[in-house]
């Protein structure tokens, strides 16, 4: 019989697997905290920060963002950077799970550009003269849009694909690439998993990151493709992941039968929430259904929405307090003001319940990125007073 959980237990069980509940959910840093997610999605917007900084930022505090910077590509190498929900920081460790998408990459011999004849000799320009970046081949682009790349560009990421070689650390915002051989640890490198384990593994470590997932859940965490779904499927069916069946009758019924990490249905989640801004691709919040279905939250990253159509802004960052999204905030940076341009609270939260938590999270953002003070410019008329007021509170 499948263990029933309510959606305020799941969503606390959640939020703990995820970090934001409880100081023992904080353990360890940055290095512990990728471990835990499993992935952390990067992305070229920087507004506060880099996205990758953002997630650490969340769970963790004030965390200096060149220490989390250090604490992903130090070297020997703690993480190298691949395709998972989207391209993602991962633990080295994960290296040998990853083997079914790069045969499924060296199979296809296309993804978004056909591939040059030219992949030998930048192959060989890595042995011989790597680690590299782009720069150092050439050149990224033709000199067109985003996704015009030089034939040097379009080599380097198939072999980053396909993993002749792997990026175990950026400088700037450039890949630095290397032969695997060089940079992945030997032990790793021989290991040898068919797709079948390699989907079982990952499965696992989706199910734990996420705390409580549906099979839906688990496909959108690693992209799996109709084949691979169909391996989550069995794996599930015959009970290998790790994970355990569990309902959750206040979820839509398509999603009220899910998966659970057991050790985290044990755990009992308890302590102090985290009040936070959170990045638009935090894995809390990464998947739109899911965000609907466990916080009633629904989440659109507006970036690439054209200005005149956008709702809530360009960067919009939901705001969790209380183990709840209670609103959303659009920030930006003006020297040392950081400037909330839009914010907001969802429907049921009241200003006096939600000023004091969106004050606490905008003061400690901006002390995070060294601004000295915070200005709102658009708000509710009903909350700009107790906001105001309590920005201006003692914390």
């Given amino acids: 019989m499948k263990l029933s959980l309510s959606p305020d237990e799941a969503r606390r069980v959640i939020l703990h697997a995820q970090g934001f509940l409880g100081a023992q959910a904080r353990r360890g840093g940055v290095p512990a905290t990728l471990r835990r997610l499993g992935a952390v999605q990067l992305d070229t917007i920087s507004v506060l920060a880099r996205s990758h900084e953002l997630v650490a930022y969340a769970r963790l505090g004030a965390v200096g963002r060149a220490a989390?910077?250090?604490?992903?590509?130090?070297?020997?190498?703690?993480?190298?950077?691949?395709?998972?929900?989207?391209?993602?920081?991962?633990?080295?460790?994960?290296?040998?799970?990853?083997?079914?998408?790069?045969?499924?990459?060296?199979?296809?011999?296309?993804r978004w550009h056909e591939v040059p004849d030219s992949v030998g000799k930048v192959l060989h320009l890595v042995r011989e003269n790597g680690p590299i970046t782009t720069a150092d081949i050439g050149g990224a682009k033709k000199g067109g849009p985003w996704w015009d790349w030089s034939d040097s560009k379009i080599a380097i990421e198939w072999l980053l694909d396909t993993g002749e070689v792997v990026c175990t650390r950026r400088v700037g915002w450039r890949r630095v690439y290397d032969l695997a051989e060089r940079a992945v640890p030997a032990d790793l490198l021989a290991e040898d998993l068919s797709d079948a384990e390699c989907v079982t593994r990952l499965a696992g470590m989706a199910g734990r990151a996420l705390g409580v997932a549906t099979r839906a859940d688990l496909v959108d965490f690693l992209r799996l493709k109709a084949p691979e779904a169909s391996l989550l499927d069995r794996c599930l069916a015959e009970g290998i992941t790790g994970l355990v069946p569990v309902r959750v009758p206040g979820w839509?019924?398509?999603?009220?039968?899910?998966?659970?990490?057991?050790?985290?249905?044990?755990?009992?989640?308890?302590?102090?929430?985290?009040?936070?801004?959170?990045?638009?691709?935090?894995?809390?919040?990464?998947?739109?259904?899911?965000?609907?279905?466990?916080?009633?939250?629904?989440?659109?990253?507006?970036?690439?929405?054209?200005?005149?159509?956008?709702?809530?802004?360009?960067?919009?960052?939901?705001?969790?307090?209380?183990?709840?999204?209670?609103?959303?905030?659009?920030p930006a940076r003006e020297g040392s003001v950081l400037v909330a341009r839009q914010v907001s609270l969802e429907a049921g939260v009241t200003p006096a319940r939600g000023a004091a938590p969106l004050a606490a999270a905008l003061r400690e953002a901006a002390g995070w990125v060294g601004?000295?003070?915070?200005?709102?410019?658009?708000?509710?008329?009903?909350?700009?007073g107790p906001l105001r007021d309590a920005l201006n509170r003692e914390p």
């Fill in 252 to 330: 839509p019924e398509r999603a009220a039968d899910a998966w659970a990490d057991p050790a985290a249905l044990e755990a009992a989640p308890s302590g102090r929430h985290r009040t936070t801004l959170l990045s638009p691709f935090d894995s809390l919040v990464w998947d739109r259904a899911r965000t609907a279905r466990v916080f009633g939250f629904n989440h659109r990253l507006e970036a690439y929405v054209p200005r005149e159509k956008r709702v809530h802004g360009y960067f919009t960052m939901p705001v969790l307090a209380g183990g709840r999204l209670i609103g959303r905030v659009d």
């Fill in 371 to 384: 601004c000295e003070t915070v200005r709102v410019d658009r708000v509710d008329a009903a909350l700009a």
């Fill in 68 to 110: 989390v910077e250090r604490a992903y590509w130090d070297e020997p190498a703690r993480a190298f950077e691949y395709w998972c929900h989207a391209a993602c920081i991962l633990p080295i460790g994960d290296w040998p799970l990853y083997a079914f998408r790069r045969r499924y990459f060296r199979a296809r011999r296309f």
